[in-house]
């Protein structure tokens, strides 16, 4: 037991949030760099594979490839345990990246210092803040001009609404970058330009006092001067960093840094580890469950099929809640009732997978999925029923009718898009009085539409034509109370509005405007629409 305990207490879990070209591949790299995982950053990855040739279906499936290898990995770093949670950068597969941050116990986001806070920083923000779970801020690409560090801060408050605390501050914005001033240490770090190899490996650190005479040798006197009025503004004007504030997502600790040259790596992963949160209590139904319960907990974040085109492997990617696994450890799953023994667990470290003897709360498993999983699935040992909550399914945003091509592929049809949409990288509607030829897929990004067709094709031998329909909406029915609770043919919806249902039996309507979900509320009493479904 005690030996759980301090297994578990030294688990860091978390998920690096960014827009696309942020600098997410380079500085997960890093840290594994860091972490001795790998010992010439570049190796971890196929070097993610052309991600702007969206249409270019080779790459899709490489960077699918990819992303499962890296779905979740594992390094040791002074005595800690760190799984970083990965999801592909693709700004389209958005969804898996909000499912997956459901796994995590905290998030950095990471952000490019010329560009601020971008679109999709917002978004991924926002399930951090639903989640609340703290947040590091780590500024990117210092090595180049970027905006000004307190704009960046003032973007910060003012976009996302989150209180910023710097943790260290950075010299020479302007393209002359010449390092940062620590505020912890109250040391300055120098930056220094030939640390080279493309930041393949370690960097050492040559630290100073800001107001010593070398220092204004060696970054001129005009920035030593900027910085010392830097240091005065933070000091009487910035946030002072709470810890309570930090753990409960309201400030952000910010790091600046340089992924591509290691700079700022090490110092940001120290103070990682210093302040991050080791597993904590989640919440399953009326119950808390402690990390060191002494029975295995956790549920399903992301389901993976056919990783293995040679055998059609589907794994189920576990995020351990409390306890520990071990070898053949037998689980009751709560929402299909089922019993069964967890085989050959994995874990994946940059392109190898492992498997796994025993893991704690905290760590991410993959296990083959017998065809039992489902995204949000729970799972305990012990003969206890546990169910997680808040896998949230989202709202999809555009749709198209699927037909599939032959007639005589009826079959390999429907096990295809029922697979797929298990994996979540579809949902799948049926209009309740019609045949199973008319299913609606729906998705949050359009090039899931692509992705879909092409992996019929590929895995499942099937053609199919999709016709895009003009819905732009998608909301799960409920209802008040008891007695306002009615059939879904019997809503009053405008004439252009379509009742449906999920693949999980659950009534949906779809909906062309805001406009028409207005409607639909106002002339049906009791009736609630929810935009997520857990
Ligand atoms: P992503 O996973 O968030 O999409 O970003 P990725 O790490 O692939 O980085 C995007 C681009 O930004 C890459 O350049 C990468 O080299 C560059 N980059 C990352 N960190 C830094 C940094 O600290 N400073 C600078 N100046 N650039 C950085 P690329 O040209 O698209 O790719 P590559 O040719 O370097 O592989």
Do not use: W
């Given at each position: 037991m005690d030996e759980m305990r301090k297994e578990i207490a030294r688990r860091r879990t978390f998920a690096i949030i960014s827009h696309p070209d942020a600098g997410k591949t380079t500085i997960t790299e890093k840290l594994l760099l860091y972490g001795g995982a790998i010992h010439l950053a570049g190796?971890?990855?196929?070097?993610?594979?052309s991600k702007h040739a969206t249409s270019d279906w080779m790459e899709i499936e490489k960077q699918r490839g990819i992303s499962v290898t890296s779905s979740a990995m594992q390094f040791e770093y002074e005595g800690f345990c760190i799984n970083i949670l990965d999801t592909p950068g693709h700004q389209d597969f958005s969804e898996d990246t909000y499912r997956?941050?459901?796994?995590?116990?905290?998030?950095?986001?990471?952000?490019?210092?010329?560009?601020?806070?971008?679109?999709?920083?917002?978004?991924?923000?926002a399930v951090c803040r639903m989640r609340g779970i703290p947040i590091f801020t780590f500024v990117n690409k210092m090595d180049r001009a970027s905006k000004p560090p307190f704009d960046l801060l003032d973007e910060l408050e003012k976009v996302l609404g989150i209180h910023s605390s710097p943790v260290n501050w950075p010299i020479g914005t302007d393209g002359n970058f010449k390092g940062v001033y620590d505020r912890v240490n109250k040391q300055v770090q120098l930056f220094d330009q030939r640390s080279g190899h493309h930041g393949a490996r370690k960097v050492g650190m040559h630290s100073l006092t800001p107001d010593s005479p070398e220092l204004a040798d060696l970054i001129g006197s005009h920035y030593q001067e900027l910085l010392a009025s830097d240091i005065e503004l933070l000091d009487i004007a910035g946030n002072p960093f709470v810890e309570e504030d930090f753990l409960r997502g309201e400030i952000t600790p910010v790091f600046f840094g340089s992924a591509i040259t290691n700079f700022g790596v090490e110092t940001f992963l120290k103070y990682f580890l210093e302040l991050s949160p080791p597993p904590s209590p989640r919440r399953a139904g009326e119950e808390m469950i402690a990390p060191d319960s002494?029975?295995?907990?956790?549920?399903?974040?992301?389901?993976?099929?056919?990783?293995?085109?040679?055998?059609?492997?589907?794994?189920?990617?576990?995020?351990?809640?409390?306890?520990?696994?071990?070898?053949?450890?037998?689980?009751?799953?709560?929402?299909?009732?089922?019993?069964?023994?967890?085989?050959?667990?994995?874990?994946?470290?940059?392109q190898d997978r492992s498997i796994v003897e025993e893991a704690y709360a905290g760590d991410i498993i993959g296990v083959f999925d017998p065809g039992v999983f489902r995204i949000g699935e729970s799972m305990a040992s012990g003969g206890k029923k546990i169910r997680y909550e808040g896998i949230p399914v989202f709202p999809p945003e555009h749709f198209a009718r699927i037909y599939v091509k032959d007639s005589m592929k009826r079959k390999q049809f429907l096990t295809g898009i029922e697979q797929l949409a298990l994996e979540g990288a579809v949902q799948l509607y049926k209009q309740?009085?019609?045949?199973?030829?008319?299913?609606?897929?729906?998705?949050v990004g359009v090039l899931q539409f692509e992705v879909l067709e092409h992996r019929l094709k590929a895995e499942y031998n099937v053609s199919v034509t999709m016709s895009r329909l003009n819905y732009r909406l998608a909301r799960w029915v409920r209802f008040k109370d008891k007695e306002s609770v009615r059939e879904l043919k019997d809503l009053t919806l405008t004439s252009t509005s379509m009742p449906v249902l999920d693949s999980r039996q659950a009534p949906v309507v779809l909906f062309e405007s805001a406009w028409a979900v207005d409607w639909a509320l106002e002339r049906n009493p009791g009736l609630v629409f929810e935009e997520i479904s857990d």
């Open positions: 190796t971890v990855k196929g070097r993610k594979a997956t941050l459901c796994a995590a116990d905290c998030a950095v986001m990471l952000i490019d210092g010329a560009k601020g806070v971008e679109a999709q920083t917002i978004k991924l923000f002494d029975f295995f907990s956790g549920f399903v974040f992301k389901i993976q099929a056919n990783m293995n085109p040679d055998h059609r492997d589907r794994m189920a990617f576990i995020r351990i809640c409390s306890g520990k696994y071990e070898k053949g450890l037998q689980v009751n799953l709560a929402l299909s009732g089922k019993t069964l023994k967890l085989t050959q667990p994995q874990q994946f470290m940059a309740p009085d019609i045949g199973t030829e008319t299913y609606i897929a729906g998705v």
